[in-house]
């Protein structure tokens, strides 16, 4: 056994803070630090607690210096001390331990001492004093040393507890964003306790400051707080309570109350505990959200189409009116928070099936979903909607529900069927058409190629579609379809091609006439063109035949007169030969008595005989009036015929088939033959006045055809002047034929002061048989043909301006450029 004063030093102990030792598992041992100057004496106390085991563990230090050092390293359970120790007495070793460890517990155990040294150690904060002659005392006085110790501990423990809980709640409370309050109730009630969100809801800086306004003048309405004291006292409390009230400063807030009344052992009240939350904002976004909800509703009943929206199980949560209205028939709250099947009253079971099988795939693949269908309404009649329904999200990736929207799409749906109708009757009507409709699209693709044009071209509609236009193997001339294609596409108009020439199936040239249209989608985008043709080679035969017929009827009825006008010229011509024939009888008689010259060798008798004789002879023949009317007669009749010539010439001109295609021509000169081949038509009616313009440029027409219509023209405004005569509206008649020159036009207008046209029949004019004509001396062509050579045949237009009793004026407008070459 090592000596005492060595045993502290060799002995494991916990250097730390804890109070106890631990040896073994579970084992605890109670650290003693005894410091005294006797080993001897040391060694009675120790031997004292031996009978303990390890419950208790001595550690002995024999001076002052030993003591400190201890209490550095260790904090011993419990400390006994000599009262006369080496370097120091017992007083300051109390001081030193309650300084370093003032709550061990600290025993003295000494030798014999006065009482008022004894008094004095236990007011310095000793537990006990021990003498030594009674160390009897010493365990009992250390076990309760230190059960007062750990009493004390478990004391200081839950009161340092408490102060650290008082702490947190105290920073809780102050840091919590809703107020915590308490209130009396007598009034006027004061704030009792509150923290520091209370205060600063209503604009305090402090609670106190808050406890000295009273608690009605906190809200908006003071009544308010009345209700509100009355339904917490009634019911013992009241759960988030919408309340508003008021800053110190005046501003209003709304908050939510929760509070609960506190009664004495009476039932009594005396005071109300409470929380309050500052919710202006969420009341504003919920005034707002509710607003909002409104406007949709709003918004929702103005959607003429149905719209409905449900949740995942098929509950409807809203719809609008037209919904309500429309398709189901019932108000929109019998319809709110049920599924399909619960109105079966109105939805039959198969139809909910389907709208349910429908929801069900749309949940399966949230997205859109779109399909068209049959709905029989509320007013029993079937129509068609397309339904639009879209999955919306609810809480992170989770569907909520969806909404759909149905468009009454039943007139779109028989137009539909009407329009396929239309193009069926129409593809019949196209494929029945003895006309050549081809369909080419905007890139030059032939989408369209009736029977007619396979007919013609001998090309089916299997081997044409989808070629190029002009790789369709069509025989006619591609400049001119281009040409017209390109002026159709930028002007947006219809171009008429007249006279075309191709080559048919058989090989054989013909005549077409086509137009091209402009193919406009919605009226605005260009699609493409159609172009509709038309085989004219037998027409244009029989038209030519017509026109030539029509001629030869208009020269049968000129017959008479240019015999008429030709005759005249030709008796003063046959007058004036009988008269040179006659007056060259004398002559040659004259010419006999010159016959035989005179010699030298005659006398004066005979040279006076040869005078008396011509004087005698030119006085039969009456010389002097034959030397002047003969000059005369040969130019008379040189006149005539010359006149008879021209007649010839004209009428030579008029009656020319032509060449079957435009060519330059003088207009003037061919007025000029036309009026005279017409001239006995007019003479005795009216007069003739040409206003010609010289500088007319030559202009490309069918010369023998407009001839024609000049004719046609002329002979229609001799029957104005005529009819104007006869009924005394004028004296004599007058028929002005004028040329000129307008822009890119020659302009011919052939005016007459007749009796003009009458309004009723303006529109008529031009239709073919038409006539105001007795019966016999019209057939209604005239002007028809003369129309149509006019505008088809030359591009141009014949128009009309009249007033009935004043005149007529016709206008013919040609064109001065054509597509012919005439190098």
Not at 491 to 501: G, M, Q, T, V, Y
């Amino acid at each position: 056994m090592l000596p005492l004063g060595d045993r502290w030093k060799s002995e494991e102990v916990d250097p730390g803070n804890s109070l106890k030792v631990y040896f073994g598992k579970g084992k605890m041992t109670t650290v003693i630090l005894h410091i005294d100057d006797s080993a001897e004496d040391a060694e009675l106390v120790s031997a004292l607690f031996d009978d303990y085991g390890d419950q208790y563990k001595i550690n002995y230090v024999p001076d002052g210096s030993s003591y400190i050092e201890f209490l550095e390293k260790t904090r011993p359970d419990i400390i006994l001390s000599d009262f006369h120790i080496p370097g120091f007495d017992g007083f300051e070793a109390l001081a030193i331990a309650k300084k370093k460890y003032p709550h061990t517990p600290f025993i003295f155990v000494t030798g014999a001492v006065g009482e008022e040294m004894a008094i004095s150690a236990l007011k310095s904060g000793a537990d006990d004093f021990i003498l030594k002659r009674n160390l009897i005392r010493l365990i009992p006085s250390v076990n309760r040393a230190l059960d007062h110790y750990e009493k004390e501990a478990h004391r200081r423990s839950l009161y340092q507890e408490l102060c650290h809980s008082e702490e947190r709640y105290r920073t809780l409370m102050d840091n919590l964003s809703i107020g915590v309050f308490r209130t009396s109730i007598t009034g006027p009630a004061n704030v009792l306790q509150g923290n520091l969100s209370a205060a600063h809801i209503h604009g305090f800086e402090t609670i106190d400051q808050m406890k000295q306004f009273p608690v009605e003048d906190l809200y908006f309405n003071p009544e308010d707080r009345a209700v509100f004291l009355s339904d917490v006292i009634t019911r013992g409390k009241v759960k988030n309570r919408v309340i508003q009230f008021k800053k110190i400063n005046g501003e209003t807030f709304w908050g939510s109350v929760s509070a609960s009344c506190h009664f004495d052992s009476s039932g009594k009240p005396e005071w109300i505990d409470g929380v309050l939350e500052d919710i202006t904002e969420k009341v504003e976004i919920e005034n707002r959200l509710q607003g909002n909800l409104q406007f949709l509703e709003t918004l929702l009943d103005t959607i003429n189409s149905p719209v409905f929206y449900k949740d995942t199980g098929g509950i409807y949560l809203g719809c609008n009116r037209s919904f309500a209205e429309m398709i189901i028939g019932l108000p929109r709250e019998k319809i709110i928070n049920k599924t399909v099947y619960e109105l079966h009253e109105v939805i039959p079971n198969e139809l909910a099936l389907k709208y349910d099988e429908k929801d069900r795939a749309l949940f399966d693949n949230p997205g859109i979903q779109e399909y068209e269908s049959r709905v029989r309404c509320a007013d029993g009649i079937f129509r068609y909607f397309h339904f639009s329904k879209s999955t919306y999200p609810g809480t992170g990736t989770q569907v909520a529900g969806l909404v759909g929207i149905m468009v009454d799409i039943t007139e779109r749906v028989e137009s539909e069927r009407e329009l396929r109708r239309i193009n069926e009757e129409l593809d019949l009507l196209i494929n029945s058409l003895s006309s050549i409709i081809i369909g080419v699209s905007i890139k030059d693709r032939i989408t369209h190629w009736n029977p007619f044009a396979a007919e013609v071209f001998g090309l089916t509609a299997e081997e044409i579609y989808g070629k190029r236009f002009f790789e369709s193997g069509i025989k006619w001339d591609w400049s001119i379809i281009y040409e017209a294609i390109s002026e159709s596409i930028l002007e947006e108009k219809s171009i008429r091609i007249d006279d075309l020439k191709f080559e048919n199936i058989q090989g054989k040239s013909g005549i077409m006439g086509l137009t091209i249209n402009p193919l406009k989608r919605g009226g605005e985008i260009l699609d493409g063109f159609i172009i509709l043709g038309k085989d004219l080679t037998e027409q244009k035969f029989l038209e030519a035949q017509l026109l030539q017929s029509n001629k030869l009827e208009a020269i049968g009825q000129l017959a008479a007169g240019v015999a008429h006008e030709i005759n005249t010229p030709m008796q003063y011509i046959g007058d004036n030969l009988k008269f040179i024939k006659k007056s060259f009888t004398g002559l040659i008689r004259v010419l006999e008595v010159y016959k035989n010259p005179l010699t030298d060798n005659c006398d004066s008798v005979e040279i006076n005989s040869r005078i008396s004789r011509i004087k005698d002879v030119s006085k039969d023949i009456n010389l002097p009036y034959l030397i002047e009317q003969m000059p005369m007669a040969l130019d008379q009749s040189l006149e005539g015929v010359a006149r008879v010539s021209g007649i010839v010439h004209s009428m030579k001109s008029f009656s020319h088939p032509g060449a079957g295609q435009k060519m330059p021509a003088d207009i003037n000169r061919a007025i000029e033959n036309t009026v005279t081949v017409s001239r006995n038509e007019w003479k005795y009616d009216c007069e003739m006045q040409l206003n010609l313009n010289p500088d007319l440029p030559a202009v490309p027409c069918f010369e023998s055809e407009f001839n024609q219509v000049i004719l046609n023209l002329i002979v229609n405004a001799r029957d104005a002047v005529r009819e104007a005569k006869e009924s005394k509206k004028i004296e004599s008649g007058l028929i002005t034929i004028t040329t000129e020159r307008s822009g890119a036009h020659i302009v011919v207008k052939v005016k007459d002061n007749g009796a003009g046209i009458p309004a009723e029949i303006m529109p008529k004019i031009f239709d073919p048989f038409f006539t105001t004509k007795d019966v016999g001396k019209g057939t209604g062509q005239g002007l028809p043909i003369s129309h149509s050579i006019i505008v088809e045949k030359h591009g141009g237009s014949l128009y009309f301006e009249s007033e009935e009793g004043k005149g007529t004026v016709f206008i013919i407008k040609l064109p001065l450029e054509d597509k012919c070459d005439f190098t």
